[in-house]
């Protein structure tokens, strides 16, 4: 594989050495950094190892799992956009992240901040809940998967995982023969689940322990346990963290992490929404924006959506609400009562961010109201959501129980007779939602709640009773709880009731309740999706054989049942050991007639007849020779009597006399079917039986051969045994789409488009784009460039083997976009075009274009391009500029409050009244108040001349010499100054406090040695000279001022500034000459000749 650089249009990039550019290399392949040569840009390319593709089924698992995880979008993944093979080496080509992995910078700079770790953790678990959504489990996640993007500073992080291509889907495959693991654990067990180091069945929640490996690592600089890799693992599975480390961390960081590292998957957090609240809370809470914060008690119960510090016993909330407690197994739900309505309610507060986020309030609030439609009285009303001053509320009827969860973690498990009455009234209002199209999203043990009669002081004991013993209770669902709430926070909202489309079969009721009931009866939690739960059922020891039976058929194949009520009654009937009432011939589901026939034999169950006739065959060959004989003498005798009954019923039947038009009666029997999607065309030998669903269809008994057609799909052949009198249910059989491809263009390339298919659903990208694997059918492409116009609309159909192709070119006419004064940024909408002075293309429509520059009023212009030349817009922004000078190039220039520089500057201001203050040490700050007016220039000069720099500046004496005493030398004149500009008009109070800032002439000091002397002439020429460059620089700003004036006039304005600009170059040109002067002057009065 070294040897092979290019995997069709991807081309492996090669270090100065020659050698291939590797990304990494692990146990499942080699990642490359490659250039795709179609689109033009770097890419991640997988290669996958050849010994773990060496089957065919090996290889299309692999398929199958990379084309699941391509449809995973999210900012925090690093998308899997291209799979391919070249010379039997399959690959893919992700997303290339320009950045290094979280192992790296461990490695490089050791453990992380716990604010930097925190956040890090959070957008893996982004990403985690994603995944989760459309069941994928990633197996792999750990340090050397995270990659964080570079930036110069931590504030912007970006954290993308890797290695999606080889995530384990959870969504069920039209062919169950085949397995969905690659079989057996792979890579480093440092940072793996202890269900996944066992081979266990895993889901989202082995990644979410491995995340919790993965923030150890970040915090600490290694991972949770270390050592061989047989130590690793037995570590792993039954020995505690290292309390040292827990030691130096915040204790609520440390609670975090025992709770997602516990050992069994039950007792850590269950979904990576709950993580990220949690992370949430720790992130505010390390920044001061939340003092105090709730922890769950139980994890498995979830963490809390709301901070509930705000709320105490007694207190009134809205004037309404009286706080009277919270719940015993629940501290973020409340018990309150309702002063309006005179009734005891619940409140349970949610996440303070959902106030200030209008977007996710509103998503809370529909829920809330679709929740509110439903009337079951197994259903927990919900009254309403309520805003206080500390956030959001949720106000739903008060139950005076227990939850199922909080039930089974006293109990562990439940018996069969104690489940079924728990379960009974759930599987009536799965139906009940279910005959209404809708279904539960996620229904959960700590949903489910058990409101006893008894009071609530006794509900310890209840706990510990057997539910046969229980007084009266009521069962009560609710559909709002904090886990679902928190997925709200989702760019899409996952919904609490879950609407079906028209007419569908809807195997969740069953799959829900077979998966609670599994729960209950002792087995580990499964996911909420039918198939994607048990890849290796664990028959449980409160179950029989046959009931273990029947629940694995409820978890992995629930459309087999018609409702949660029947597979409960089934199950009921298996652990009866006695058949139920109803039951086909092949499935579960069937008719009162087949029950008539099969029903009342027992030796007639499906696992009996095969043993029975081993043992039979066993008995006859383990006999004694003489019973054998009597045995073969009896059938003998058996036969001849059969024979001569067939000869006498013959020859009576051709002896009756034949009935006209009568007609032999067919045995016959019926058969059901569904497809996915609905409407399929059902056929027997050429001949229409009728279109999905098809319910007790009439046919002949025996092998029979239906095929299912549909247009835009493949045709399936389905082989019946119709048994006589039985109807065959055949169940929901899914349907493969005929593929298409559809490739978009544009010109010039990158506009967006959106592509809505047949069946509604919609794909997002820019073209170029090719969108492979398309149903056949009818589309519609929209393609929207902005500033171009409204949304162009194409219609194309998709056919198998014949790509589509969609183009459009959006031409338009080249602007050149100026502004007065330059610099200002020009946009198009929301869409920013450059900085002037620059030249764009916009559409030929007339648009609306917006200059901003800093402080100034905006300005606006309806555009029309002119297509057949080049169209110039020029926008004029009213502004004035203060020119400020200074004799301290030191000081520090502010206008309105705002640091500038330091002086010469000229500021562009917005007309108006402006303060301009310029401080400089060792003297007091000077500030003047001026008129800015549009086009006008204001120039300002402050002077400053403290006592103590002009006593330096200006020497009076020579080095000291001998004198006699009493006589005093005489002192020298002042040093030079430059030449003055023409003075600036004063009003009569600003010369007044002009002559009140002059300094009052003092004595010159007398230098007593050398040294005093020499510092003081040093002091003297580098102030000269700073003054000087200070003069200069403000006459060339004075210059520049007037060229760009001359440019943006005209006539006799344009003169002036003409006039104006000759003055400041000829001062200019004297400036070296009166320095030079200046300069001879200020060396003779320091005797520096």
Same mark, same amino acid.
């Given at each position: 594989?070294?040897?092979?650089?290019?995997?069709?249009?991807?081309?492996?990039?090669?270090?100065?050495?020659?050698?291939?550019?590797?990304?990494?290399?692990?146990?499942?392949?080699?990642?490359?950094?490659?250039?795709?040569?179609?689109?033009?840009?770097?890419?991640?390319?997988?290669?996958?190892?050849?010994?773990?593709?060496?089957?065919?089924?090996?290889?299309?698992?692999?398929?199958?799992?990379?084309?699941?995880?391509?449809?995973?979008?999210?900012?925090?993944?690093?998308?899997?956009?291209?799979?391919?093979?070249?010379?039997?080496?399959?690959?893919?080509?992700?997303?290339?992240?320009?950045?290094?992995?979280?192992?790296?910078?461990?490695?490089?700079?050791?453990?992380?901040?716990?604010?930097?770790?925190?956040?890090?953790?959070?957008?893996?678990?982004?990403?985690?809940?994603?995944?989760?959504?459309?069941?994928?489990?990633?197996?792999?996640?750990?340090?050397?998967?995270?990659?964080?993007?570079?930036?110069?500073?931590?504030?912007?992080?970006?954290?993308?995982?890797?290695?999606?291509?080889?995530?384990?889907?959870?969504?069920?495959?039209?062919?169950?023969?085949?397995?969905?693991?690659?079989?057996?654990?792979?890579?480093?067990?440092?940072?793996?689940?202890?269900?996944?180091?066992?081979?266990?069945?895993?889901?989202?929640?082995?990644?979410?322990?491995?995340?919790?490996?993965?923030?150890?690592?970040?915090?600490?600089?290694?991972?949770?346990?270390?050592?061989?890799?047989?130590?690793?693992?037995?570590?792993?599975?039954?020995?505690?963290?290292?309390?040292?480390?827990?030691?130096?961390?915040?204790?609520?960081?440390?609670?975090?992490?025992?709770?997602?590292?516990?050992?069994? $998957?039950?007792?850590?957090?269950?979904?990576?929404?709950?993580?990220?609240?949690?992370?949430?809370?720790?992130?505010?809470?390390?920044?001061?924006?939340?003092?105090?914060?709730?922890?769950?008690?139980?994890?498995?119960?979830?963490?809390?959506?709301?901070?509930?510090?705000?709320?105490?016993?007694?207190?009134?909330?809205?004037?309404?609400?009286?706080?009277?407690?919270?719940?015993?197994?629940?501290?973020?739900?409340?018990?309150?009562?309702?002063?309006?309505?005179?009734?005891?309610?619940?409140?349970?507060?949610?996440?303070?961010?959902?106030?200030?986020?209008?977007?996710?309030?509103?998503?809370?609030?529909?829920?809330?109201?679709?929740?509110?439609?439903?009337?079951?009285?197994?259903?927990?009303?919900?009254?309403?959501?309520?805003?206080?001053?500390?956030?959001?509320?949720?106000?739903?009827?008060?139950?005076?129980?227990?939850?199922?969860?909080?039930?089974?973690?006293?109990?562990?498990?439940?018996?069969?007779?104690?489940?079924?009455?728990?379960?009974?009234?759930?599987?009536?209002?799965?139906?009940?939602?279910?005959?209404?199209?809708?279904?539960?999203?996620?229904?959960?043990?700590?949903?489910?709640?058990?409101?006893?009669?008894?009071?609530?002081?006794?509900?310890?004991?209840?706990?510990?009773?057997?539910?046969?013993? &229980?007084?009266?209770?009521?069962?009560?669902?609710?559909?709002?709880?904090?886990?679902?709430?928190?997925?709200?926070?989702?760019?899409?909202?996952?919904?609490?009731?879950?609407?079906?489309?028209?007419?569908?079969?809807?195997?969740?009721?069953?799959?829900?309740?077979?998966?609670?009931?599994?729960?209950?009866?002792?087995?580990?939690?499964?996911?909420?999706?039918?198939?994607?739960?048990?890849?290796?059922?664990?028959?449980?020891?409160?179950?029989?054989?046959?009931?273990?039976?029947?629940?694995?058929?409820?978890?992995?194949?629930?459309?087999?049942?018609?409702?949660?009520?029947?597979?409960?009654?089934?199950?009921?009937?298996?652990?009866?050991?006695?058949?139920?009432?109803?039951?086909?011939?092949?499935?579960?589901?069937?008719?009162?007639?087949?029950?008539?026939?099969?029903?009342?034999?027992?030796?007639?169950?499906?696992?009996?007849?095969?043993?029975?006739?081993?043992?039979?065959?066993?008995?006859?060959?383990?006999?004694?020779?003489?019973?054998?004989?009597?045995?073969?003498?009896?059938?003998?005798?058996?036969?001849?009597?059969?024979?001569?009954?067939?000869?006498?019923?013959?020859?009576?039947?051709?002896?009756?006399?034949?009935?006209?038009?009568?007609?032999?009666?067919?045995?016959?029997?019926?058969?059901?079917?569904?497809?996915?999607?609905?409407?399929?065309?059902?056929?027997?030998?050429?001949?229409?039986?009728?279109?999905?669903?098809?319910?007790?269809?009439?046919?002949?008994?025996?092998?029979?051969?239906?095929?299912?057609?549909?247009?835009?799909?493949?045709?399936?052949?389905?082989?019946?045994?119709?048994?006589?009198?039985?109807?065959?249910?055949?169940?929901?059989?899914?349907?493969?789409?005929?593929?298409?491809?559809?490739?978009?263009?544009?010109?010039?390339?990158?506009?967006?488009?959106?592509?809505?298919?047949?069946?509604?659903?919609?794909?997002?990208?820019?073209?170029?784009?090719?969108?492979?694997?398309?149903?056949?059918?009818?589309?519609?492409?929209?393609?929207?460039?902005?500033?171009?116009?409204?949304?162009?609309?194409?219609?194309?159909?998709?056919?198998?083997?014949?790509?589509?192709?969609?183009?459009?070119?959006?031409?338009?006419?080249?602007?050149?976009?100026?502004?007065?004064?330059?610099?200002?940024?020009?946009?198009?909408?929301?869409?920013?075009?450059?900085?002037?002075?620059?030249?764009?293309?916009?559409?030929?429509?007339?648009?609306?274009?917006?200059?901003?520059?800093?402080?100034?009023?905006?300005?606006?212009?309806?555009?029309?391009?002119?297509?057949?030349?080049?169209?110039?817009?020029?926008?004029?922004?009213?502004?004035?500029?203060?020119?400020?000078?200074?004799?301290?190039?030191?000081?520090?220039?502010?206008?309105?409050?705002?640091?500038?520089?330091?002086?010469?500057?000229?500021?562009?201001?917005?007309?108006?009244?402006?303060?301009?203050?310029?401080?400089?040490?060792?003297?007091?700050?000077?500030?003047?108040?001026?008129?800015?007016?549009?086009?006008?220039?204001?120039?300002?000069?402050?002077?400053?001349?403290?006592?103590?720099?002009?006593?330096?500046?200006?020497?009076?004496?020579? $080095?000291?010499?001998?004198?006699?005493?009493?006589?005093?030398?005489?002192?020298?004149?002042?040093?030079?100054?430059?030449?003055?500009?023409?003075?600036?008009?004063?009003?009569?109070?600003?010369?007044?406090?002009?002559?009140?800032?002059?300094?009052?002439?003092?004595?010159?000091?007398?230098?007593?040695?050398?040294?005093?002397?020499?510092?003081?002439?040093?002091?003297?020429?580098?102030?000269?000279?700073?003054?000087?460059?200070?003069?200069?620089?403000?006459?060339?700003?004075?210059?520049?001022?007037?060229? &760009?004036?001359?440019?943006?006039?005209?006539?006799?304005?344009?003169?002036?500034?003409?006039?104006?600009?000759?003055?400041?170059?000829?001062?200019?040109?004297?400036?070296?000459?009166?320095?030079?002067?200046?300069?001879?002057?200020?060396?003779?009065?320091?005797?520096?000749?």
């Amino acid at each position: 594989m070294a040897e092979i650089d290019r995997f069709q249009h991807y081309q492996v990039l090669k270090h100065p050495d020659g050698s291939l550019w590797e990304l990494g290399r692990g146990a499942m392949g080699v990642t490359y950094k490659a250039f795709d040569t179609s689109l033009r840009s770097e890419v991640a390319l997988k290669v996958i190892s050849a010994p773990y593709l060496n089957s065919e089924m090996a290889r299309q698992r692999f398929l199958r799992e990379a084309r699941a995880a391509a449809q995973l979008r999210h900012p925090n993944v690093a998308t899997v956009f291209h799979l391919g093979e070249t010379d039997g080496t399959f690959f893919y080509a992700m997303e290339f992240v320009d950045g290094e992995t979280v192992e790296r910078r461990v490695q490089r700079d050791g453990p992380l901040r716990v604010d930097m770790a925190l956040r890090i953790a959070r957008q893996v678990a982004r990403a985690l809940i994603a995944a989760d959504r459309q069941h994928l489990v990633h197996r792999d996640i750990k340090p050397a998967n995270l990659m964080v993007v570079r930036d110069d500073d931590d504030d912007h992080l970006l954290v993308k995982v890797i290695d999606f291509g080889l995530a384990k889907s959870m969504v069920p495959t039209t062919d169950q023969s085949m397995t969905v693991t690659l079989g057996g654990f792979v890579g480093t067990p440092h940072f793996a689940s202890p269900e996944q180091l066992q081979e266990r069945p895993i889901d989202i929640r082995s990644d979410l322990y491995s995340l919790g490996a993965s923030l150890w690592y970040m915090l600490s600089g290694r991972p949770p346990f270390q050592g061989s890799l047989a130590s690793v693992i037995h570590q792993h599975l039954g020995q505690p963290l290292p309390l040292e480390v827990l030691a130096k961390l915040p204790p609520r960081v440390a609670e975090l992490l025992k709770v997602m590292l516990a050992k069994r $998957p039950e007792e850590r957090i269950q979904t990576p929404a709950d993580v990220k609240q949690r992370l949430d809370d720790l992130i505010s809470e390390l920044r001061g924006l939340s003092p105090t914060l709730v922890i769950a008690p139980h994890p498995g119960a979830g963490a809390g959506t709301g901070s509930s510090s705000a709320f105490a016993t007694g207190q009134v909330i809205r004037g309404r609400y009286q706080l009277l407690g919270h719940a015993p197994n629940d501290r973020t739900l409340f018990k309150a009562k309702d002063l309006h309505a005179n009734r005891i309610v619940g409140l349970r507060p949610l996440s303070p961010g959902i106030h200030h986020d209008p977007a996710r309030l509103e998503a809370v609030q529909q829920e809330v109201q679709r929740v509110r439609a439903v009337y079951h009285p197994n259903v927990l009303p919900v009254y309403g959501l309520e805003t206080h001053e500390g956030g959001v509320m949720l106000v739903s009827q008060w139950v005076a129980g227990f939850s199922l969860q909080e039930l089974l973690r006293v109990r562990r498990e439940l018996s069969w007779e104690e489940s079924e009455r728990l379960l009974r009234p759930v599987s009536t209002l799965l139906d009940f939602l279910a005959d209404r199209q809708l279904s539960f999203h996620a229904l959960q043990l700590r949903g489910i709640l058990v409101e006893a009669a008894e009071a609530e002081e006794s509900q310890t004991t209840l706990l510990r009773t057997s539910v046969a013993e &229980w007084p009266a209770f009521t069962i009560k669902v609710d559909p709002l709880s904090v886990a679902t709430l928190d997925e709200v926070r989702m760019v899409e909202p996952t919904q609490t009731l879950v609407e079906l489309p028209t007419g569908e079969i809807a195997p969740r009721p069953v799959h829900q309740l077979a998966r609670l009931g599994y729960e209950l009866l002792g087995g580990v939690r499964v996911p909420s999706s039918p198939g994607a739960g048990l890849p290796r059922f664990t028959p449980l020891a409160n179950l029989t054989e046959l009931g273990n039976s029947v629940l694995r058929q409820g978890l992995n194949e629930p459309e087999k049942f018609p409702s949660a009520l029947d597979f409960l009654s089934e199950l009921a009937g298996a652990q009866s050991r006695m058949p139920p009432s109803v039951r086909p011939a092949s499935t579960a589901v069937g008719t009162a007639a087949a029950a008539g026939k099969e029903g009342p034999h027992p030796e007639k169950e499906p696992a009996s007849p095969a043993p029975a006739n081993e043992e039979a065959a066993l008995d006859l060959r383990s006999t004694a020779t003489g019973r054998l004989l009597q045995l073969v003498t009896a059938l003998i005798t058996l036969l001849l009597i059969g024979a001569l009954a067939t000869l006498v019923l013959t020859n009576w039947r051709e002896r009756k006399p034949a009935v006209v038009g009568s007609e032999p009666v067919a045995r016959q029997g019926a058969v059901s079917v569904n497809t996915k999607p609905e409407g399929a065309t059902v056929k027997v030998d050429g001949q229409t039986l009728g279109k999905t669903p098809l319910i007790a269809a009439p046919l002949p008994s025996g092998q029979q051969v239906l095929v299912l057609e549909l247009p835009g799909y493949h045709s399936r052949p389905v082989q019946a045994l119709i048994k006589e009198g039985a109807v065959n249910n055949l169940g929901i059989l899914p349907l493969v789409y005929e593929a298409g491809q559809i490739t978009v263009k544009t010109d010039p390339p990158g506009v967006g488009f959106e592509l809505v298919g047949p069946d509604g659903k919609v794909t997002v990208g820019n073209a170029p784009a090719t969108i492979d694997n398309l149903p056949v059918g009818h589309y519609v492409v929209h393609l929207h460039r902005p500033g171009f116009g409204g949304t162009v609309d194409q219609e194309v159909n998709v056919s198998a083997g014949a790509p589509a192709i969609v183009g459009r070119a959006f031409y338009g006419a080249n602007v050149t976009l100026k502004s007065d004064p330059e610099g200002a940024t020009i946009y198009l909408g929301d869409r920013e075009l450059g900085k002037t002075p620059a030249t764009v293309i916009l559409p030929g429509d007339s648009v609306e274009l917006v200059s901003r520059l800093g402080a100034l009023t905006p300005v606006s212009q309806i555009v029309k391009p002119d297509p057949n030349g080049s169209t110039v817009v020029e926008f004029k922004h009213p502004y004035g500029i203060v020119l400020v000078t200074s004799d301290r190039p030191d000081a520090e220039v502010n206008i309105d409050g705002a640091k500038l520089g330091k002086p010469p500057l000229q500021g562009i201001l917005p007309p108006g009244r402006h303060t301009v203050t310029v401080r400089a040490e060792g003297a007091p700050e000077q500030t003047r108040v001026t008129d800015v007016e549009d086009a006008i220039k204001v120039p300002l000069a402050f002077t400053f001349k403290p006592v103590a720099e002009t006593a330096e500046v200006q020497p009076d004496a020579r $080095p000291p010499r001998p004198v006699k005493a009493g006589v005093a030398e005489p002192a020298p004149a002042l040093p030079a100054a430059p030449a003055a500009t023409p003075p600036v008009s004063k009003t009569r109070a600003e010369a007044g406090m002009e002559e009140e800032r002059r300094p009052v002439r003092r004595a010159a000091p007398v230098y007593h040695n050398e040294e005093d002397f020499n510092r003081a002439r040093d002091r003297a020429y580098d102030h000269f000279d700073a003054e000087w460059e200070a003069r200069k620089k403000s006459l060339e700003r004075e210059k520049d001022y007037y060229d &760009w004036q001359i440019d943006h006039s005209s006539g006799s304005a344009q003169e002036h500034w003409k006039a104006r600009k000759d003055d400041a170059e000829r001062r200019r040109d004297h400036l070296d000459d009166e320095k030079d002067a200046a300069k001879r002057d200020l060396k003779r009065r320091w005797n520096d000749d």
